[in-house]
């Protein structure tokens, strides 16, 4: 209990420094809707839980932060609760729930640490945004989360992943290997990985100060993987139901009557390609996914006509085994050279290339030599930097 206590006040002291949670949505009608359609697109259309969802739910936010993502869900009908520590996260939630709550549901804001909760209710909903993975001990501030929740309700957790977060740990290791404070690390992060720090800043709608404190002067960020995820879950009788980015395998096609869903994601082995694509992700995806479509149109121009021919087959339905005979052959010759991972293969390649060199100036470098490699890197340290979170939902049998 020290360590966790003592890991909570550390985090707690970077948090009121520099807070990470408020992304301006009262700044301006535009950044208000922005993160409405953000987080509706996250829910509706990545998750799969239509927002309706939250109408006349219970819903419990552990760990709110500044409350700029519960407001959203008081908006869609929730009854919200939220468990804050940070005292001044909960000034700013409050003023946020009087300004802009649904006057038609009940919010409540309880002052108090994950581990320090204490109730009697279960929620239809328990939400934790960025939260466990910094404290002392993640798998049990996952089951302290899961004991909130009523059979049959759902758990939404969004947590990094140490695949995904690969590359912002190394950011982290040459930061702490070159600075001797916290200063020194805010202007070393703007010289060596300013790409990244204002990306981040632009796309959340934080400042650049935020961004730091968060990603690289917070003193613990212990990220769980796919396998432990699915472990939690588990443990706590609770059944996969969701995650964005996806971590089923494209393969699955099982009927709903025959489906081998639960042995597959029971498997730890199932989340390492996911992860791997994670750690190198630089592009977004419309253009990681353009190999693919590609290749996947190429294919199309004999497979659609094959299978249309014999759709809707009947007695007396004329086939010209020819022409599909053909077609077969096209298809053959199409899909036997397609690879649908070979751009993503590519750039884990160059990845890995860099990477090992970053590792050998670490050993032997000095700083103006580090910053002169991430400033040339073609896959390490550009674009997304990776994948940042992992948005998880799963439910309560």
């Known amino acids: 209990m020290d360590q966790i206590k003592e890991t909570e006040e550390k985090v707690l002291k970077v948090f009121q420094a520099e807070n990470p949670s408020n992304y301006g949505i009262d700044g301006s009608k535009e950044a208000f809707l922005n993160r409405h359609g953000m987080l509706f697109s996250l829910f509706q259309d990545k998750l799969n839980f239509p927002v309706k969802m939250f109408d006349g739910a219970s819903l419990v936010d552990v760990g709110a932060g500044t409350g700029d993502n519960t407001i959203y869900y008081n908006n869609w009908g929730a009854d919200c609760t939220l468990v804050e520590v940070n005292p001044v996260a909960c000034e700013r939630a409050r003023f946020l729930y009087e300004s802009y709550g649904n006057q038609d549901r009940s919010w409540t804001i309880e002052q108090s640490s994950l581990f320090d909760y204490q109730t009697d209710r279960r929620f239809d909903i328990v939400v934790s945004t960025g939260v466990i993975h910094h404290t002392a001990t993640k798998d049990l501030a996952f089951d302290r989360l899961a004991s909130l929740l009523r059979p049959g309700g759902f758990l939404y957790l969004a947590v990094s992943d140490p695949a995904g977060y690969f590359q912002r740990n190394l950011q982290r290791l040459v930061l702490w290997r070159f600075a001797k404070s916290v200063e020194d690390l805010e202007e070393l ?202 948005y998880w939902l799963g439910y309560k049998e």
């Open 189 to 390: 992060a703007m010289r060596l990985f300013g790409e990244s720090i204002e990306r981040a800043a632009k796309f959340g709608n934080r400042s650049k100060r935020a961004v730091i404190y968060d990603v690289y002067v917070n003193p613990k960020i212990d990220s769980p993987t796919v396998a432990e995820v699915l472990g939690w879950f588990r443990r706590n009788r609770m059944k996969f139901y969701s995650t964005w980015p996806r971590i089923s395998p494209l393969q699955m096609a099982d009927s709903p009557m025959n489906s081998a869903m639960d042995a597959i994601m029971a498997n730890p082995a199932v989340g390492i390609w996911p992860e791997i694509l994670w750690c190198a992700h630089d592009l977004g995806d419309e253009r990681q996914c353009k190999a693919y479509l590609d290749g996947a149109a190429r294919i199309g121009r004999s497979f659609l006509p094959l299978t249309a021919m014999f759709n809707d087959m009947s007695e007396d339905k004329v086939v010209d085994l020819d022409q599909a005979q053909a077609l077969a052959e096209q298809f053959a010759q199409s899909s036997g050279g397609f690879d649908a991972f070979a751009d993503q293969r590519a750039a884990i390649a160059q990845f890995t290339v860099e990477l090992i060199e970053l590792f050998r100036l670490l050993r032997r470098g000095g700083v103006d030599e580090v910053a002169a490699f991430c400033g040339a890197t073609e896959r390490l340290f550009r674009g997304t930097n990776g994948t940042g979170m992992v």
